[in-house]
Protein backbone atom coordinates (compact mmCIF):
# COMPACT_ATOMS: atom_id res chain seq x y z
CA UNK A 1 0.00 0.00 0.00
CA UNK A 2 1.63 3.62 -0.87
CA UNK A 3 1.11 5.66 1.81
CA UNK A 4 1.34 3.06 4.78
CA UNK A 5 -1.67 1.32 6.32
CA UNK A 6 -3.02 4.08 7.51
CA UNK A 7 -3.81 5.75 4.09
CA UNK A 8 -3.19 9.29 3.51
CA UNK A 9 -2.49 10.43 7.69
CA UNK A 10 -0.18 13.25 7.43
CA UNK A 11 0.05 13.74 3.56
CA UNK A 12 0.84 16.96 2.45
CA UNK A 13 -1.24 18.36 -0.71
CA UNK A 14 -4.27 18.72 -2.26
CA UNK A 15 -7.42 16.41 -2.82
CA UNK A 16 -7.97 15.01 -6.03
CA UNK A 17 -11.54 13.97 -7.54
CA UNK A 18 -11.68 12.04 -10.18
CA UNK A 19 -15.51 11.35 -10.73
CA UNK A 20 -18.93 12.71 -11.34
CA UNK A 21 -21.17 16.19 -11.81
CA UNK A 22 -24.42 15.91 -12.57
CA UNK A 23 -28.13 17.45 -11.94
CA UNK A 24 -29.79 16.01 -9.38
CA UNK A 25 -33.79 16.61 -9.34
CA UNK A 26 -35.02 15.68 -5.63
CA UNK A 27 -38.38 15.43 -5.13
CA UNK A 28 -39.95 14.45 -1.45
CA UNK A 29 -42.93 13.12 -1.27
CA UNK A 30 -45.02 12.77 1.91
CA UNK A 31 -47.10 10.18 0.87
CA UNK A 32 -46.81 6.57 -0.61
CA UNK A 33 -45.94 6.86 -4.39
CA UNK A 34 -49.30 6.39 -6.07
CA UNK A 35 -49.29 4.45 -9.17
CA UNK A 36 -50.95 6.11 -12.10
CA UNK A 37 -51.87 9.51 -10.73
CA UNK A 38 -50.48 12.70 -9.00
CA UNK A 39 -48.20 12.14 -6.08
CA UNK A 40 -47.68 15.45 -3.93
CA UNK A 41 -44.23 16.30 -3.81
CA UNK A 42 -41.82 18.83 -3.08
CA UNK A 43 -39.15 19.51 -5.87
CA UNK A 44 -36.07 21.19 -5.79
CA UNK A 45 -33.35 21.15 -8.95
CA UNK A 46 -29.40 21.23 -7.44
CA UNK A 47 -26.14 20.46 -8.69
CA UNK A 48 -24.74 16.96 -7.32
CA UNK A 49 -22.64 13.68 -8.54
CA UNK A 50 -21.02 12.02 -6.33
CA UNK A 51 -17.83 12.67 -7.12
CA UNK A 52 -18.67 16.55 -7.00
CA UNK A 53 -20.31 16.18 -3.36
CA UNK A 54 -17.29 14.51 -1.86
CA UNK A 55 -15.16 17.20 -2.89
CA UNK A 56 -17.59 19.94 -1.78
CA UNK A 57 -17.99 18.33 1.87
CA UNK A 58 -14.23 17.88 1.48
CA UNK A 59 -13.32 21.55 0.93
CA UNK A 60 -16.45 22.58 3.63
CA UNK A 61 -14.33 20.45 6.14
CA UNK A 62 -10.85 22.39 5.69
CA UNK A 63 -9.33 20.50 2.90
CA UNK A 64 -6.97 22.41 1.02
CA UNK A 65 -6.79 23.03 -2.70
CA UNK A 66 -9.48 20.47 -3.74
CA UNK A 67 -9.87 19.64 -7.61
CA UNK A 68 -12.27 17.42 -9.66
CA UNK A 69 -12.11 16.20 -13.15
CA UNK A 70 -15.08 15.28 -15.08
CA UNK A 71 -17.37 15.54 -18.20
CA UNK A 72 -20.67 17.73 -18.39
CA UNK A 73 -22.69 19.09 -21.26
CA UNK A 74 -21.18 22.09 -23.22
CA UNK A 75 -24.20 23.79 -22.07
CA UNK A 76 -23.73 23.70 -18.64
CA UNK A 77 -20.68 23.58 -18.07
CA UNK A 78 -20.12 27.65 -16.74
CA UNK A 79 -23.01 26.73 -14.07
CA UNK A 80 -21.31 23.97 -12.58
CA UNK A 81 -17.74 25.84 -12.25
CA UNK A 82 -19.16 29.04 -10.98
CA UNK A 83 -21.12 26.12 -8.19
CA UNK A 84 -18.14 24.58 -7.70
CA UNK A 85 -16.14 27.19 -7.33
CA UNK A 86 -18.28 28.13 -5.13
CA UNK A 87 -18.03 25.75 -3.08
CA UNK A 88 -13.85 26.08 -3.18
CA UNK A 89 -13.35 23.81 -5.34
CA UNK A 90 -11.19 23.90 -8.27
CA UNK A 91 -13.27 22.42 -11.50
CA UNK A 92 -11.57 20.73 -14.26
CA UNK A 93 -14.65 20.08 -16.32
CA UNK A 94 -14.62 18.61 -19.95
CA UNK A 95 -17.10 20.14 -22.20
CA UNK A 96 -19.29 17.01 -24.08
CA UNK A 97 -20.27 18.06 -26.80
CA UNK A 98 -22.68 15.50 -27.94
CA UNK A 99 -23.90 13.97 -24.43
CA UNK A 100 -25.82 16.27 -21.75
CA UNK A 101 -25.23 16.68 -18.44
CA UNK A 102 -25.81 13.64 -16.07
CA UNK A 103 -29.33 13.39 -14.16
CA UNK A 104 -30.17 11.92 -11.16
CA UNK A 105 -33.79 11.93 -9.93
CA UNK A 106 -33.87 11.14 -6.54
CA UNK A 107 -37.03 9.96 -5.09
CA UNK A 108 -37.23 10.85 -1.39
CA UNK A 109 -39.66 9.45 1.08
CA UNK A 110 -41.29 10.50 4.43
CA UNK A 111 -38.56 9.13 5.83
CA UNK A 112 -35.90 10.72 3.81
CA UNK A 113 -34.78 7.06 2.18
CA UNK A 114 -34.11 8.06 -1.13
CA UNK A 115 -34.53 6.11 -4.53
CA UNK A 116 -32.10 6.76 -7.69
CA UNK A 117 -33.13 7.06 -11.51
CA UNK A 118 -29.87 7.61 -13.15
CA UNK A 119 -29.36 8.72 -16.89
CA UNK A 120 -25.58 9.19 -16.81
CA UNK A 121 -25.19 11.53 -19.51
CA UNK A 122 -21.60 12.64 -20.11
CA UNK A 123 -20.00 11.32 -16.62
CA UNK A 124 -19.32 7.64 -18.50
CA UNK A 125 -17.95 9.74 -21.33
CA UNK A 126 -14.43 10.76 -19.35
CA UNK A 127 -11.64 9.33 -21.59
CA UNK A 128 -8.09 8.81 -21.15
CA UNK A 129 -7.29 11.72 -23.57
CA UNK A 130 -9.32 13.97 -20.66
CA UNK A 131 -6.35 12.83 -17.95
CA UNK A 132 -3.54 15.00 -17.59
CA UNK A 133 -0.44 14.17 -15.44
CA UNK A 134 -0.53 17.61 -14.62
CA UNK A 135 -4.09 17.16 -12.56
CA UNK A 136 -1.78 15.45 -9.27
CA UNK A 137 1.24 18.41 -9.61
CA UNK A 138 0.38 19.36 -5.46
CA UNK A 139 -1.83 16.28 -4.15
CA UNK A 140 -1.67 14.54 -1.73
CA UNK A 141 -4.74 12.28 -2.42
CA UNK A 142 -6.33 10.84 -5.30
CA UNK A 143 -10.21 9.80 -4.96
CA UNK A 144 -12.23 8.09 -7.49
CA UNK A 145 -16.05 8.01 -7.80
CA UNK A 146 -17.65 4.29 -8.65
CA UNK A 147 -19.87 5.53 -10.95
CA UNK A 148 -16.59 5.36 -13.51
CA UNK A 149 -15.88 1.89 -13.26
CA UNK A 150 -19.24 1.39 -15.10
CA UNK A 151 -18.79 2.39 -18.67
CA UNK A 152 -15.82 1.62 -20.40
CA UNK A 153 -14.47 4.78 -21.49
CA UNK A 154 -14.72 6.44 -18.15
CA UNK A 155 -13.32 3.08 -16.75
CA UNK A 156 -10.42 3.21 -18.38
CA UNK A 157 -9.71 6.65 -17.49
CA UNK A 158 -10.48 6.10 -13.82
CA UNK A 159 -8.00 2.95 -14.02
CA UNK A 160 -5.21 5.49 -15.43
CA UNK A 161 -5.46 8.04 -13.08
CA UNK A 162 -5.35 5.12 -10.63
CA UNK A 163 -2.16 4.39 -12.06
CA UNK A 164 -0.41 7.73 -12.24
CA UNK A 165 -0.97 8.26 -8.69
CA UNK A 166 0.41 4.93 -7.78
CA UNK A 167 3.48 5.95 -9.98
CA UNK A 168 3.82 8.95 -7.93
CA UNK A 169 3.27 7.09 -4.65
CA UNK A 170 -0.07 9.10 -3.88
CA UNK A 171 -2.48 6.78 -2.24
CA UNK A 172 -5.43 6.50 -3.86
CA UNK A 173 -9.21 5.80 -2.22
CA UNK A 174 -12.43 4.38 -4.53
CA UNK A 175 -16.39 4.53 -2.81
CA UNK A 176 -18.11 1.71 -4.75
CA UNK A 177 -20.68 4.22 -5.46
CA UNK A 178 -23.81 2.01 -6.55
CA UNK A 179 -24.78 -1.36 -5.12
CA UNK A 180 -27.22 -2.05 -7.92
CA UNK A 181 -25.14 -1.35 -10.56
CA UNK A 182 -22.17 -3.02 -9.07
CA UNK A 183 -25.10 -5.76 -9.00
CA UNK A 184 -25.71 -5.80 -13.28
CA UNK A 185 -21.45 -4.87 -13.48
CA UNK A 186 -20.42 -8.19 -11.73
CA UNK A 187 -18.87 -7.99 -8.07
CA UNK A 188 -16.11 -9.93 -9.15
CA UNK A 189 -15.91 -7.52 -12.32
CA UNK A 190 -15.58 -4.51 -10.43
CA UNK A 191 -13.03 -5.36 -7.54
CA UNK A 192 -10.70 -6.36 -10.46
CA UNK A 193 -11.41 -3.19 -11.98
CA UNK A 194 -10.87 -1.08 -8.29
CA UNK A 195 -7.40 -3.34 -7.78
CA UNK A 196 -4.69 -1.10 -6.39
CA UNK A 197 -6.87 1.06 -4.09
CA UNK A 198 -5.53 1.95 -0.68
CA UNK A 199 -8.60 2.75 0.97
CA UNK A 200 -12.41 1.51 -0.04
CA UNK A 201 -15.06 3.14 1.51
CA UNK A 202 -18.24 1.28 0.82
CA UNK A 203 -21.98 1.22 2.34
CA UNK A 204 -22.62 -1.78 4.57
CA UNK A 205 -25.22 -2.54 1.21
CA UNK A 206 -21.77 -2.26 -1.16
CA UNK A 207 -19.75 -4.24 1.70
CA UNK A 208 -22.60 -7.00 1.78
CA UNK A 209 -23.13 -7.33 -2.12
CA UNK A 210 -18.86 -7.37 -2.75
CA UNK A 211 -18.20 -10.34 -0.06
CA UNK A 212 -21.59 -12.13 -0.22
CA UNK A 213 -21.69 -11.60 4.00
CA UNK A 214 -24.64 -10.12 5.58
CA UNK A 215 -23.01 -8.99 8.56
CA UNK A 216 -21.57 -5.77 8.13
CA UNK A 217 -18.39 -6.36 10.28
CA UNK A 218 -18.08 -9.32 8.53
CA UNK A 219 -18.08 -7.72 5.43
CA UNK A 220 -15.87 -5.10 6.32
CA UNK A 221 -13.24 -7.18 7.83
CA UNK A 222 -13.00 -9.71 4.64
CA UNK A 223 -12.59 -6.50 2.20
CA UNK A 224 -9.98 -4.86 4.62
CA UNK A 225 -8.12 -8.42 2.97
CA UNK A 226 -8.67 -6.84 -0.35
CA UNK A 227 -7.64 -3.24 0.30
CA UNK A 228 -5.35 -1.91 3.05
CA UNK A 229 -7.94 0.09 4.80
CA UNK A 230 -11.86 -0.39 4.83
CA UNK A 231 -14.41 2.21 5.92
CA UNK A 232 -17.98 0.78 5.69
CA UNK A 233 -20.60 3.61 6.18
CA UNK A 234 -23.83 2.06 8.37
CA UNK A 235 -26.54 4.56 8.15
CA UNK A 236 -28.02 5.33 11.60
CA UNK A 237 -25.14 2.79 12.74
CA UNK A 238 -22.22 4.96 11.78
CA UNK A 239 -19.05 3.21 10.25
CA UNK A 240 -16.39 0.37 10.71
CA UNK A 241 -13.15 0.89 10.88
CA UNK A 242 -11.43 -2.31 9.26
CA UNK A 243 -7.95 -2.94 8.35
CA UNK A 244 -5.94 -6.46 7.67
CA UNK A 245 -9.27 -8.68 8.20
CA UNK A 246 -10.70 -7.14 11.22
CA UNK A 247 -12.63 -4.57 12.42
CA UNK A 248 -10.60 -2.24 14.55
CA UNK A 249 -13.29 0.32 15.58
CA UNK A 250 -17.06 0.91 15.45
CA UNK A 251 -17.71 5.00 15.26
CA UNK A 252 -21.02 5.79 16.23
CA UNK A 253 -23.43 8.31 14.08
CA UNK A 254 -23.98 11.63 14.83
CA UNK A 255 -27.90 12.45 15.82
CA UNK A 256 -29.59 13.88 13.13
CA UNK A 257 -33.05 15.38 11.70
CA UNK A 258 -33.29 13.42 8.82
CA UNK A 259 -34.94 15.30 6.07
CA UNK A 260 -32.99 13.90 2.97
CA UNK A 261 -30.32 10.97 2.93
CA UNK A 262 -29.00 11.83 -0.71
CA UNK A 263 -25.26 12.17 -0.62
CA UNK A 264 -24.71 11.29 2.83
CA UNK A 265 -22.03 8.74 1.88
CA UNK A 266 -20.58 11.12 0.05
CA UNK A 267 -20.95 13.95 2.92
CA UNK A 268 -18.89 11.48 4.85
CA UNK A 269 -16.02 10.20 2.43
CA UNK A 270 -15.36 14.17 2.05
CA UNK A 271 -15.33 14.58 6.00
CA UNK A 272 -13.33 11.39 6.08
CA UNK A 273 -10.66 12.44 3.49
CA UNK A 274 -10.02 15.89 4.63
CA UNK A 275 -9.84 14.47 8.32
CA UNK A 276 -7.17 12.21 6.81
CA UNK A 277 -5.33 14.85 4.64
CA UNK A 278 -5.03 16.58 8.01
CA UNK A 279 -3.31 13.94 9.92
CA UNK A 280 -6.23 12.06 11.77
CA UNK A 281 -6.00 8.42 12.20
CA UNK A 282 -8.86 6.53 10.22
CA UNK A 283 -10.94 6.47 13.36
CA UNK A 284 -10.69 9.83 14.30
CA UNK A 285 -11.58 10.68 10.48
CA UNK A 286 -14.58 8.45 10.43
CA UNK A 287 -15.69 10.31 13.12
CA UNK A 288 -15.15 13.61 10.84
CA UNK A 289 -17.22 11.50 8.27
CA UNK A 290 -19.86 10.95 10.78
CA UNK A 291 -20.22 14.58 11.53
CA UNK A 292 -20.49 15.53 8.16
CA UNK A 293 -22.93 13.02 6.54
CA UNK A 294 -25.29 14.20 9.81
CA UNK A 295 -25.36 17.45 8.56
CA UNK A 296 -25.64 16.31 5.17
CA UNK A 297 -29.40 14.44 6.02
CA UNK A 298 -30.06 17.67 7.50
CA UNK A 299 -30.80 19.37 4.45
CA UNK A 300 -31.73 18.74 0.83
CA UNK A 301 -29.60 17.58 -1.85
CA UNK A 302 -25.86 16.19 -1.48
CA UNK A 303 -23.95 19.37 -0.94
CA UNK A 304 -23.53 21.87 2.49
CA UNK A 305 -26.90 23.71 2.86
CA UNK A 306 -25.36 26.88 1.84
CA UNK A 307 -24.31 25.62 -1.60
CA UNK A 308 -27.59 23.76 -2.28
CA UNK A 309 -28.88 26.38 -4.23
CA UNK A 310 -26.26 28.34 -5.32
CA UNK A 311 -26.50 28.40 -9.32
CA UNK A 312 -29.90 28.85 -9.83
CA UNK A 313 -30.91 25.95 -7.74
CA UNK A 314 -35.05 26.24 -7.15
CA UNK A 315 -37.55 24.13 -5.08
CA UNK A 316 -40.75 24.58 -6.36
CA UNK A 317 -44.11 22.52 -4.76
CA UNK A 318 -45.95 20.28 -6.82
CA UNK A 319 -49.38 17.78 -6.70
Do not use: Q
Not at 27 to 42: C, E, G, I, K
Not at 174 to 197: C, E, K
Amino acid sequence: MTGGAAGTAGSAGGLLVVGDVVTDIVARHRSPLAPATDTAARIATLPGGAGANVACWAARSGAKDVRILARVGADSVDTHERVLRAAGVRPHLVADPAAPTGTVVCLVGADGERTFLTDSGAVLRLSTTDWDGELLAGVGHLHVSGYLFFGDASRSAARLAMAAARARSIPVSVDPASAGFIDRFGTDRFLAAIAGADVLLPSHHEAALLTGRSEPADAAAELSRLFPLVVSTRGARGALVAVSGAVVARVPARPATVVDTTGAGDAFTGGFLAARLAGHDPSEAARHGCRTAAEAIAVVGGRPRDLGHAGGGREVASS
